[in-house]
């Protein structure tokens, strides 16, 4: 199938503006995760496969926490499509769900708990996951990584 160009140079741009990293959701995230004490790395590079990388990072305890966003990950609950250049967008949308679905076989291959969040999903629920996923990996609660 041939590549389908996007619809406009303007949409180009203004899709490549949107943020990929420090978004609001991740961000708020992060300052609970800090507020209970509990330090991550952020924006670490996923081992093994390059130009993909982990928004939040227990590195100690093999724990990958992502923040996907609704449209570009495809969340069933939110997810749109767009009606201009249909095709393109189809197939760009679908490749993120694969390269998402890929990423986590590979870091749990590896032996690393994977977590993955909507950014529509409450920050306080988030952190509270992340936190006793952390407990159970056996590290204590409060450790610097």
């Not at 330090?39 to 590079?45: D, E, S, T």
Request: proline share 8%; aromatic share 6%; hydrophobic share 35%.
């Amino acid at each position: 199938m041939p590549d389908v160009v996007p619809s406009s140079a303007a949409v180009s741009a203004r899709m490549s503006r949107q943020n990929s990293r420090d978004t609001a959701p991740e961000v708020a995230v992060r300052r609970l995760l800090h507020a209970e004490g509990l330090r991550y790395r952020v924006n670490v590079p996923v081992p093994g496969i390059p130009r993909r990388t982990i928004d939040i990072v227990f590195p100690k305890a093999k724990i990958a926490i992502f923040m996907d966003g609704c449209f570009w990950h495809g969340c069933p609950e939110h997810a749109t499509q767009p009606k201009s250049n249909a095709e393109w967008w189809r197939n760009k949308l679908d490749k993120n769900m694969v390269r998402d679905r890929e990423t986590t076989a590979h870091l749990q291959q590896m032996g690393w708990t994977v977590l993955r969040f909507w950014e529509h999903e409450r920050p306080k629920g988030i952190a509270r996951t992340v936190a006793e996923a952390r407990e159970t990996s056996g590290m204590p609660p409060h450790r610097r990584e």
